[in-house]
C-alpha cells in the first residue's frame, strides 16, 4: 500500500474509533433503569467496536469514551459524568468493557470476515470479563457477598446482553462483507 493509501487507513480506523466511541455514549443515554445498574445499549456498541476495530483499536474506542466522561462529559448512564461514576458502583462495567472490546477484537482479522463460531465466543468471554469485573467493583462498592452481586449486577443482564452480543456480531459481519469496515 502506498504511503497516502497508509494515511488514508489511519485516518478511516480513528474516524472509526471516534464514532464508536460516540455511539457507546449515545447507548448509555438509552437506558432502562431496573436498580444499581442500568440496562443500556452500551454493550451493543462495546462489542460492536471490537469486532470492526479489532482488539487495540475496539479497547480504545472504549477508553475513549471512558475518558469523555472520566473528563466531564455526559456520556455515563443517566448523563452522569466524572472520576466518581469510574468509582462507584457501576464503574467496574465501564472497566470491564474496555477488557471486553479487546477480546471481542480478537475475533476480527483484518479483512477476513468474522467466524459465526469464534464471533460467538468471544462475545461470550468478553461477557463474562466485564460482568466479572463489573460485579466484583460492585460488590466491593456496595458491600454485597458474590452471590448478592451476582444477582443484581449480572443475573438480569445476561439475556439482554446475548442478544446485543448476537446483533453487534451480525452488524460486523455485514459491514465487513460489504467493505465498509476499517481494513
Known amino acids: 500500500m502506498s504511503p497516502a493509501g497508509n494515511r488514508l487507513a489511519s485516518i478511516h480506523r480513528l474516524v472509526w474509533t471516534a464514532l464508536l466511541a460516540a455511539c457507546i455514549a449515545v447507548g448509555a443515554w438509552l437506558q432502562l433503569p431496573i436498580g444499581a445498574v442500568p440496562i443500556t445499549l452500551q454493550p451493543l456498541f462495546v462489542f460492536l467496536a471490537g469486532y470492526l476495530l479489532g482488539p487495540a483499536s475496539g479497547a480504545a474506542a472504549v477508553a475513549l469514551y471512558v475518558a469523555a466522561g472520566v473528563l466531564g462529559l455526559p456520556v455515563f448512564a443517566g ?3 466524572g472520576l466518581g461514576v469510574l468509582l462507584g458502583p457501576t464503574g467496574g462495567y465501564l472497566a470491564g468493557f474496555v477488557l471486553g472490546a479487546a477480546i471481542t477484537g480478537l ?3 483484518r479483512g477476513d470476515r468474522i467466524g459465526w463460531a469464534r ?3 468471544t ?3 468478553a461477557l463474562a470479563v466485564a460482568y466479572l469485573v463489573g460485579a466484583t467493583r460492585l460488590a466491593h462498592v ?3 457477598d458474590a452471590r448478592k ?3 443484581v449486577g449480572v443475573l438480569p443482564f445476561v439475556a439482554f446482553d446475548a442478544v446485543k452480543v448476537a446483533i ?3 452488524v460486523a459481519r455485514q459491514l465487513r462483507a460489504r467493505g465498509l469496515a476499517p481494513g
Do not use: E, M, S
Request: net charge positive; hydrophobic share 70%.
Open 79 to 81: 448523563g452522569k459524568a
Open 107 to 109: 475475533a476480527a482479522r
Open 119 to 121: 464471533g460467538i465466543a
Open 123 to 125: 462475545g461470550v468471554v
Open 142 to 144: 456496595l458491600h454485597f
Open 149 to 151: 452481586a451476582f444477582a
Open 168 to 170: 453487534a456480531l451480525v
